[in-house]
């Protein structure tokens, strides 16, 4: 596919695998995937496989994510995990404000803000998640749910790390439901967030900016979604867990 900005696909696994289904899996995608240079590939396991995948994913392509970290640097806050230590392990992105955290966490855009300043101050790329509930879209308030997230979990990042890091928008209702948004109703979203990003940035930064799409994607559906002109790669859950269908997403979208 020949697109303005290389396409990047995440696979977000989530709170699932074992150390040995992770490795299990990585090996598949590593054999299948191996000489993929056209998109950037990305697996998020979670942090108890990150150690072991990221010693199997040495001198390959695809590369590693991490699904959260902490806003702080390091020290005592029991249970949390640093920029610093994710560095330590090879990885280079981190999934931020997933909807799931929102939700479940009471992530907040300043949180998530901070979290992508950190991330930033060791060099690692943040995918910050954003998107609206069922109920804010059949308001038809999508624009204005989508701004308020976009503004508040980027503030204080410059124009040089804003063109560093991911978006991910993910309406809340499409993922792990099957009810993808339709292409149109991607694309819609995705330029109506790159014409903000030239607002609070410039057009130069905002061309620049990746934005993926996640919910629901699955092989048969991503070509057409990742061909939208403002759609730049996907952030997927439940395809991303199983060999063949995250490698169909990616070769599907070659
Ligand atoms: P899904 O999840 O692909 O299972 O809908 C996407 C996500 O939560 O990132």
Request: proline letters at 2%; glycine letters at 8%.
């Amino acid at each position: 596919m020949d697109k303005e900005r290389k396409l990047i696909v995440a696979g977000n696994w989530k709170m699932n695998k074992t150390v040995a289904e992770a490795l299990d899996l990585v090996r598949g995608l590593k054999r299948e995937l191996g000489s993929v240079k056209d998109i950037d590939v990305v697996v998020a396991p979670s942090f108890t496989a990150l150690s072991e995948v990221s010693k199997e994913l040495l001198s390959s392509n695809i590369r590693l994510g991490a699904q959260n970290m902490s806003e702080n640097g390091y020290g005592a806050f029991t249970g949390e995990i640093g920029a610093g230590q994710l560095r330590d392990l090879c990885v280079r992105y981190v999934i931020l404000g997933h909807s799931e955290r929102r939700q479940f966490q009471n992530e907040s855009d300043a949180l998530v803000a901070a979290k992508a300043k950190a991330a930033h101050a060791a060099s690692l790329i943040p995918i910050v998640c954003f998107g609206e509930l069922l109920a804010e879209r059949e308001a038809g308030t999508t624009e204005k749910v989508v701004e308020a997230q976009v503004r508040g979990s980027l503030a204080g990042l410059t124009k040089e790390q804003v063109v560093e890091t991911v978006l991910a928008y993910e309406p809340v209702w499409a993922i792990g439901t099957g009810r993808t948004a339709t292409s149109a109703q991607a694309q819609e979203v995705h330029a109506f967030v790159r014409k903000l990003l030239s607002t609070m940035f410039d057009e130069a930064t905002a061309k620049r900016v990746r934005i993926q799409y996640g919910g629901s994607v699955k092989p048969a559906n991503a070509r057409e979604i990742l061909s939208q002109p403002d759609v730049d790669g996907a952030l997927v859950g439940g395809a991303a867990l199983e060999e063949r269908s995250f490698v169909e997403i990616i070769k599907n979208s070659l």
